[in-house]
T-cell receptor, first 113, second 115 residues
Framework: EPEVTQTPSHQVTQMGQEVILRCVPISNHLYFYWYRQILGQKVEFLVSFYNNEISEKSEIFDDQFSVERPDGSNFTLKIRSTKLEDSAMYFC???????????FGQGTRLTVV | GNSVTQMEGPVTLSEEAFLTINCTYTATGYPSLFWYVQYPGEGLQLLLKATKADDKGSNKGFEATYRKETTSFHLEKGSVQVSDSAVYFCALINPPNTGFQKLVFGTGTRLLVSP
């Protein structure tokens, strides 16, 4: 069964460092998303991406964040200068054209120290 | 704005007990409603969904009915198993006016089932 895969599963980084979280969406999907969940809080939408551009982004997704689809398979989330409050579980998801179901990866736990 | 409210956990049950996890929503129009489940160490998986009022979503013995009059989508299971221990997330999508679907999640409810 096709699945969304994320790497790494856990990343620890020092405050101020850049991190790149990687995702391989399902191959025939066209819409890509990043969500995050700060421990004990809601899963929050960050950004959606379609046709090589951002479709929508939340207030959380400020200039420190960027997304890219560098090749035909990967979808990345970059945080330029991490802050302590960026510590969270980050989920990648993808969906097909017009599909209601979003398929999620297992998440990357980011810890900023 | 759109929001989802779930009962706080953890919910602790013995095997074969009846499960209810409450979920209510606030949304404009007629959203589609979902329950996602996260087993330990895994990602979010769609458990069930309902796209219009009075629809019942069901999967793996779990059920939820879309109640527009009470803006609710409570998750139920008649007899839980230890393997059902997980975090359950209620979520909605606004009417799909555009191609992408932005999910709005509740906080999640942890279910712990003991033998």
């Amino acid at each position: 069964e096709p699945e969304v895969t994320q790497t790494p599963s856990h990343q620890v980084t020092q405050m101020g460092q850049e991190v790149i979280l990687r995702c391989v969406p399902i191959s025939n999907h066209l819409y890509f998303y990043w969500y995050r969940q700060i421990l004990g809080q809601k899963v929050e939408f960050l950004v959606s991406f379609y046709n090589n551009e951002i479709s929508e982004k939340s207030e959380i997704f400020d200039d420190q964040f960027s997304v890219e689809r560098p090749d035909g398979s990967n979808f990345t989330l970059k945080i330029r200068s991490t802050k302590l409050e960026d510590s969270a579980m980050y989920f990648c998801a993808s969906s097909e054209e017009g599909g209601l179901e979003a398929f999620f990866g297992q998440g990357t736990r980011l810890t900023v120290v | 704005g759109n929001s989802v409210t779930q009962m706080e956990g953890p919910v602790t049950l013995s095997e074969e007990a009846f499960l209810t996890i409450n979920c209510t929503y606030t949304a404009t129009g007629y959203p589609s409603l979902f329950w996602y489940v996260q087993y330990p160490g895994e990602g979010l998986q769609l458990l069930l969904k309902a796209t219009k009022a009075d629809d019942k979503g069901s999967n793996k013995g779990f059920e939820a009915t879309y109640r527009k009059e009470t803006t609710s989508f409570h998750l139920e299971k008649g007899s839980v198993q230890v393997s059902d221990s997980a975090v359950y997330f209620c979520a909605l999508i606004n009417p799909p006016n555009t191609g992408f679907q932005k999910l709005v999640f509740g906080t999640g409810t942890r279910l712990l089932v003991s033998p």
